[in-house]
């Protein structure tokens, strides 16, 4: 290694991305739903003590009853219309699919991507899938991405929905695959030290986020926000590996990302997270 690539190397590891703290505003909720009235009134009343953490004075609630729409584009112009910081609803809504855990139903999937409103997921109210605590509160909430660093809205969202005096997870599970898939190619380069390699990617790849956590450790106790800031940074099989982590710190909302700026379909392994994770609520944003 020459003397200049050792000063770019050190350079670039000293270039460390800083996170800054914005507390997104949510000051009308909207509420969508295919239930009776009676039964309306009652999940909606549940929901808001679940988000009492983001149901401040000023913050407005509305219903929109299944009645109300029939069709996906109906519902799109609805959402419009109100004008929502945040819409709630539940997996396979107008559908009864629910019974079939193989998508989120068809007005799900395009709300989700049609819009740049976060929408929280609940579990379906007739499935009987939800965990005990699953509406108790938010004090045990968690958010995972491909790429957590330098990714402020989603920490920003997910310390928003993290009651007082709870636990917010910041995770970053690195894709154990694509780690083999390259430490393969490199064991057939004889100029490489395939152990050596191993160990300074494994290194470098998992510094880079934790740096980062750290950075939103230290404005979160700047702030002085009544949330605890926990850090988990791993490798694995990316979808196991979050199953277990969720069943493991008993999460209430697992907050992640869903639009991707290069394509129609829901980003990374968002679709397959929702889909299968139907025992909590699931915040996309």
């Not at 709630?88 to 699919?97: D, K, P």
């Not at 277990?244 to 829901?266: G, K, P, S, Y």
Request: glycine fraction near 4%; aromatic fraction near 8%; proline fraction near 5%.
């Amino acid at each position: 290694m020459t003397r200049i690539d050792q000063f770019e190397s050190a350079f670039l590891s000293a270039d460390k991305v800083a996170y800054h703290y914005e507390r997104p505003a949510i000051e009308h909720v909207l509420f969508v739903n295919d239930l009776d009235a009676d039964a309306a009134a009652s999940l909606l009343e549940q929901v808001r003590r679940f988000l009492s953490v983001v149901d401040g004075d000023s913050t407005t609630w509305s219903r929109l009853d299944g009645s109300s729409f029939e069709t996906v584009k109906q519902l799109l112009d609805s959402v419009e219309q109100h004008e929502p910081d945040l819409i709630v609803t539940y997996r396979h809504l107008h559908s009864s699919a629910w019974q079939w855990p193989h998508s989120l139903g068809e007005y799900l999937d395009v709300l989700t991507q049609a819009t740049r409103v976060p929408v929280l997921v609940l579990p379906h109210p007739d499935a009987d899938r939800a965990l005990p605590h699953a509406l108790a509160n938010t004090d045990r909430v968690m958010a995972i991405t491909d790429h957590i660093t330098g990714d402020d809205r989603l920490i920003n969202h997910a310390l928003r929905f993290t009651d007082r005096g709870g636990s917010c997870w910041l995770t970053h599970v690195e894709p154990l695959s694509t780690f083999d898939r390259y430490l393969g190619a490199i064991a057939k380069i004889p100029e490489i030290d395939t152990e050596s390699a191993r160990e300074l990617i494994e290194r470098q790849l998992l510094k880079d986020p934790r740096d980062y956590i750290h950075s939103c450790q230290k404005t979160i106790s700047d702030q002085a926000l009544p949330v605890v800031l926990e850090e988990i940074v791993t490798m694995g099989r990316r979808l196991s590996e979050y199953r277990r982590l969720i069943d493991e710190h008993d999460i209430d909302l697992l907050v992640f990302n869903t639009l991707d700026e290069d394509q129609l379909a829901m980003h990374g392994l968002a679709y397959p997270l929702a889909v299968e994770l139907r025992q909590i609520p699931l915040l996309m944003l």
